[in-house]
């Protein structure tokens, strides 16, 4: 890569794209989209009024299979907290240079190149997102909708410390439970009241309790509201509470074992109701995405590093339509999600060079 192609990087990374802020999500998306609609693409634009708009940026269709690539414009960095660029020999560093303003440029170049090559590029679409780091509960709605409409996806987080690309991802849900209890005067009338705190310290043993760490599965609660004061018996209560999983099994375990906790008073004269739900659902290995491993392989004459990732990213929402995706595209960086972010340099080049490769073997209907 050149030092033009390091002034386009400088020019998105300095933008502030913090999710939260639509003005400048909605700038770094409207270069993205300029960018793409130079080689060809054209712009469907997803209006929303407080967070940024969603992108789908589509060539021209002809008769084959068709290959979604997925990126996200937002970043995880409010105003005046972290907007610089710098680099040196071996790193670039800056807000969203590897998560994910990097991965989606790294779509970018290969795509200019296999414009270059073949002067019009067919049945590639980009699909940018703006609210990924807050969960995604706008985006994931388009989609999954979406990607009904393709046979492959390709995600451009960042990859591995060795290049791997991402075959499997947990599940994971925020979940609440608000617990009524009898407020009384702990003093006078204790045995009139129930205790919405109580009933909370039951239930959090018991979903605590949901968790398999040799399955992968976690259920934490995160926090504890409740009570008004030490003289008076808690009329109310709240937990909220993570559920993280890497199978569909786990995942129904869990969430048959929570409506059973949350349907059982543990303490008499208390009742809960439960809210929140599932973000992403897990992201699992497929033969489909073996297969699409296998033909990357056999195309470039590589042997694909794979790992799989705690972590959730907008992969897991495609993956659970049945699309063969794989994640991970970006380059390699670390810090993410810090002010120490930063990406490889020799990464960003080796990542274009292989997304190039196989862009071209799908234009040539090889897949």
């Given at each position: ?8 990087l ?17 700038r ?14 054209t712009?469907?634009?997803?209006p ?23 990126g996200?414009?937002?970043t995880v960095?409010?105003p ?6 710098s ?5 670039i ?51 999954a909708?979406l990607?009904?409409?393709y046979d ?15 075959i499997?991802r ?28 109580l ?9 605590v309790?949901l ?9 934490n ?17 709240r ?19 929570v409506?059973?906790?949350v349907n059982?008073?543990?303490v008499?004269?208390t ?40 972590g ?7 993956a659970?339509q049945?699309?063969?995706?794989l ?5 390699y960086?670390?810090?993410?999600h810090?002010i120490?972010e ?9 990542r274009?060079?292989?997304?190039t490769?196989i862009?071209e ?7």
């Open positions: 890569m050149g030092s033009q192609s390091f002034d386009e400088k020019q998105i990374i300095e933008i502030n794209s913090w999710t939260k802020n639509k003005e400048g999500v909605d770094n998306g409207e270069i993205f989209a300029y960018w793409l609609e130079e080689i060809g693409y712009l469907t634009r997803y929303r009024e407080k967070i940024g708009d969603h992108l789908h940026l589509t060539a021209p269709e002809k008769e084959g299979k068709k290959l979604l690539l997925l996200h414009l937002d960095f409010p005046d907290t972290f907007e610089s660029f680099e040196d020999k071996a790193w560093y800056g807000p969203g240079v590897c998560d994910m303003k990097g991965g989606n440029y790294v779509a970018l170049q290969a795509l200019r190149n296999v414009h270059k090559k073949f002067g019009a590029i067919h049945n590639i679409d980009f699909l940018l997102v703006s609210d990924e780091e807050t969960g995604s509960d706008d985006s994931k709605h388009l989609s909708k990607a009904e409409e492959y996806c390709m995600v451009f987080e960042a990859a591995g410390v060795h290049d791997e690309v991402v499997g947990k599940g994971v849900g925020t979940f609440f439970i608000d617990i009524e209890g009898i407020a009384a005067h702990a003093g006078n009338h204790y045995d009139k009241g129930a205790d919405a705190n009933e909370a310290a039951h239930k959090l043993q018991k979903l309790a968790t398999n760490l040799e399955k992968g599965t976690t259920v609660v995160g926090k504890i509201e409740g009570g008004i004061g030490a003289n008076t018996i808690s009329p109310k209560a937990l909220t509470f993570e559920l993280r999983y890497t199978s569909t099994d786990e995942r129904d375990r869990v969430l048959a074992a409506d059973d906790i059982t008073s543990y008499k004269g009742e809960s109701k439960l809210s929140g739900g599932i973000q992403r659902d897990v992201m699992q290995p497929t033969p489909e995405q073996v297969a699409f491993i296998e033909k990357i392989n056999q195309l470039c004459n590589i042997t694909l590093p794979t790992e799989k990732r705690g959730v990213s907008d992969a897991n929402i495609i659970s049945g699309v063969p995706t994640d991970g595209w970006g380059p960086g670390d810090g993410d810090t120490h930063r990406a490889s340099k020799k990464s960003f080049t080796d274009i060079e292989l997304v490769e862009f073997r799908f234009m040539e209907g090889r897949f």
